[in-house]
C-alpha cells in the first residue's frame, strides 16, 4: 500500500513559523518526486514547492519563495515543509503528493499520482 500522511498542522500567529511533515509508506521517497500543494476554501489547488527524487532540483511559488523551504530525510521515510513569516494568506488545507519520476520537479498537480489527505494550516491573530 502507497500511503502518505501529513502532519504538523494547527494555528499560528502571522509571522510565526511551521514545519509540515509528509510521512511515506510503501514506497521509498528518495526514489520519488514530492510535491507540496495547498488549497483554501473557495480557490483552486496550488502548487507551493517540490523536490525532485535526487534532492538536485526544487521548486517554488512565487507566493512562498524566501519563506518556505521543502527538504527530506531519508532515514526517517519523510519530507518537510518548513513555513517560516507565515501570512493570513496561507490558511489553507496543505497536501503532499508523490509520481515516480526521474525528472526535476514540476508543480502541477496532474504530474502526480499518490496525495495524503491534507493537514489544515490557520494563520491568523
Known amino acids: 500500500q502507497l500511503q502518505l500522511v501529513e502532519s504538523g498542522g494547527g494555528l499560528v500567529q502571522p509571522g510565526g513559523s511551521l514545519r509540515l511533515s509528509c510521512a511515506a509508506s510503501g514506497f521509498i521517497l528518495d526514489l520519488n518526486m514530492i510535491g507540496w500543494f495547498r488549497q483554501a476554501p473557495g480557490k483552486e489547488r496550488e502548487g507551493i514547492s517540490c523536490i525532485s527524487r535526487t534532492g538536485g532540483s526544487t521548486n517554488y511559488a512565487d507566493s512562498v519563495k524566501g519563506r518556505f523551504t521543502i527538504s527530506r530525510d531519508s532515514a526517517k521515510n519523510t519530507v518537510y515543509l518548513q513555513m517560516n513569516s507565515l501570512k493570513p494568506e496561507d490558511t489553507a488545507v496543505y497536501y503532499c503528493?508523490?509520481?515516480?519520476?526521474?525528472?526535476?520537479?514540476?508543480?502541477?498537480?496532474?504530474?502526480?499520482?499518490?496525495w495524503g489527505q491534507g493537514t489544515q494550516v490557520t494563520v491568523s491573530s
Open positions: 503528493a508523490t509520481v515516480r519520476l526521474f525528472r526535476p520537479c514540476v508543480l502541477s498537480g496532474p504530474t502526480y499520482d499518490y
